[in-house]
Each structure stands twice: as C-alpha cells, then as structure tokens.
T-cell receptor, first 117, second 107 residues
Framework: GAVVSQHPSWVICKSGTSVKIECRSLDFQATTMFWYRQFPKQSLMLMATSNEGSKATYEQGVEKDKFLINHASLTLSTLTVTSAHPEDSSFYIC?????????????FGNGTRLTVT | KQEVTQIPAALSVPEGENLVLNCSFTDSAIYNLQWFRQDPGKGLTSLLLIQSSQREQTSGRLNASLDKSSGRSTLYIAASQPGDSATYLCAVIRLAFGKGNQVVVIP
C-alpha cells in the first residue's frame, strides 16, 4: 500500500529557531501534498496545498512567510517553521495524493510533534 | 464554505456491539468522502474512500454509506473490538467550479 513517511516524529526547539519537517511518499508519486496542524482534541486544520513544481496555496490565516513549503519533487515536500514561537507548538501532519483533482485517496504521514520552548 | 460535523464527539460501547458514526457536510458538491482512523499521537490511516457517484463502500467489518442529497455519511463498524478504539475522522473533498471560459470561434 501507499506509504507516506514523515520525519522527524517529534522535535523540540528553542524559540526563534527554524524547524524543517519532511514528508516523503515512499512507493508512489505524490502530485499533491497537504500540510495540516492539529491541536489537542481538535480536528486537522488544513494549512496549505502544494502541487509538485508549483507554489503552495495557503489557507486563509496561515502565514506563508512563516510556514515555508517546498514541493520540489514528486516524492518530497518540506514544511519549514521559521522563527518558531511557543504558540507554534502543535502536531503537524502531511498527506499525499496522486492526482490534483482529489480523485485518489489521501495517505497520511504519522505526524510531527513540535514543541517550542 | 464547507462545514463538516461529526456526531457524537465521543462514545463508549461494550465489546461486540455495532458502532455507528455520523458525518454531515453542508455542501453536497463533493468529489469524494474518505473515512480515517487516528490513534493517539499518530497520523491518519485511511479506512474507506467513497466516490461521489457511489452509495457505499465495504471493507471487512466496516461499511460506509454516502447520501449526498442529505449531506450525510455513516460509518458502521460491526462487532466492535477493543482494537477499534480510536478517533475516526471523515474528510470531504469538495468539487468546486470556476465561472467558465466562454469561447467564441470566429469563422
């Protein structure tokens, strides 16, 4: 089955530093990748959608200069949280699909627990 | 804007009972609907995908129905087991149209 690998699974960083999270599709080509954040006992909130080779589309209220998304290849997308602050502490999850139209099922990574001290 | 609601937010059932989980959405112009399970501190595992043209999907003890006209999907889990304990999420992929490109070809 389709596997999405997300790394790291958890990270602790100091306020003001940047953190990069990787999302890889291991056995399929991910035309579209999605990034979410999830607060405790809340559902997933879509942050941005990225298509390979294009600029990411950010949801309203998500700062694109703070959450940098790169989707340079069909198997890798990265989310960089720049100048992280304690309020950025959250669970970040990526998902990947094989087409741009939403016809294929989404496959999720195991998430990254970010704690900013 | 598409709103997705899941009721009940939490429930407990004795082992062996059937589970019925409800998902409602406000915009019926959907492309597909997907059910996931999430274990604590983990990512999402896909359970079932229902295309907009389908009424239901089945996989083992799981059955999901879709009624676009009423904006509802229901996930049934038969003969529940302790291993079914998790959070179940439904996700709706919305079909959205642009205003179109009117083309006139001049002979």
């Amino acid at each position: 089955g389709a596997v999405v690998s997300q790394h790291p699974s958890w990270v602790i960083c100091k306020s003001g530093t940047s953190v990069k999270i990787e999302c890889r599709s291991l056995d399929f080509q991910a035309t579209t990748m999605f990034w979410y954040r999830q607060f405790p006992k809340q559902s997933l909130m879509l942050m941005a959608t990225s298509n390979e080779g294009s600029k990411a589309t950010y949801e309203q209220g998500v700062e694109k200069d703070k959450f940098l998304i790169n989707h340079a290849s069909l198997t890798l997308s990265t989310l960089t949280v720049t100048s992280a602050h304690p309020e950025d502490s959250s669970f970040y999850i990526c998902s990947a699909g094989t087409d741009r139209g939403g016809n294929s099922p989404l496959h999720f990574g195991n998430g990254t627990r970010l704690t900013v001290t | 804007k598409q709103e997705v609601t899941q009721i009940p937010a939490a429930l407990s059932v004795p082992e062996g009972e059937n589970l019925v989980l409800n998902c409602s959405f406000t915009d019926s112009a959907i492309y597909n609907l997907q059910w996931f399970r999430q274990d604590p501190g983990k990512g999402l595992t896909s359970l079932l995908l229902i295309q907009s043209s389908q009424r239901e999907q089945t996989s083992g003890r799981l059955n999901a129905s879709l009624d676009k006209s009423s904006g509802r999907s229901t996930l049934y889990i038969a003969a529940s087991q302790p291993g079914d304990s998790a959070t179940y999420l439904c996700a709706v992929i919305r079909l959205a149209f642009g205003k179109g490109n009117q083309v006139v070809v001049i002979p």
